[in-house]
């Protein structure tokens, strides 16, 4: 587990299990979660181009395996490093690559800043899902 503030791992944590709720209901049902206890961690993914191994915070397939997605949560301090918009950069080229979608949970607060990041990396902000804090 990443050794991070008290507070900012509980947000993560609450941020992890919300994202995993909403993807139950839109049919995802087998998930490998990272640091989140009673999880496996998903598999490390090699990012093209870069040729770097990278895992992402959530890998979900429906119950056929034939709907696949790759999921990031950024909680309000994350979105302060400019690593973010590389990582969704990077996750996003290996999503495209492997036919999976790509989401990246944020709270609602922090939509706007996640948007205006996403933009300064060239990508198109479409895979942000908001996440009303429930914790």
């Known amino acids: 587990m990443h050794t991070l503030p008290n507070a900012v791992q509980r947000e993560r944590e609450s941020l992890l299990s919300d994202a995993i709720g909403i993807l139950e209901t839109q049919g995802f049902q ?3 979660v990272q640091d989140l206890a009673g999880y496996q961690e998903p598999a490390e993914l090699v990012i093209p181009v870069l040729n770097v191994h990278m895992r992402p ?24 490093e400019e690593s973010c918009g590389r990582r969704w950069q990077a996750f996003n080229a290996w999503a ?19 948007t205006e990041i996403a933009a300064q ?15």
């Open 121 to 135: 990396w060239h990508l198109e902000p479409d895979f942000f899902v908001p996440v009303k804090r429930s914790h």
């Open 96 to 114: 495209h690559d492997h036919h999976t979608q790509m989401q990246v949970f944020v709270h609602p607060e922090d939509l706007a800043r996640a």
């Open 30 to 32: 087998s998930f490998a």
């Open 57 to 80: 915070d959530i890998f979900a397939m429906d119950m056929d395996g034939d709907e696949r997605l790759l999921g990031v949560v950024e909680v309000s301090t994350d979105l302060g």
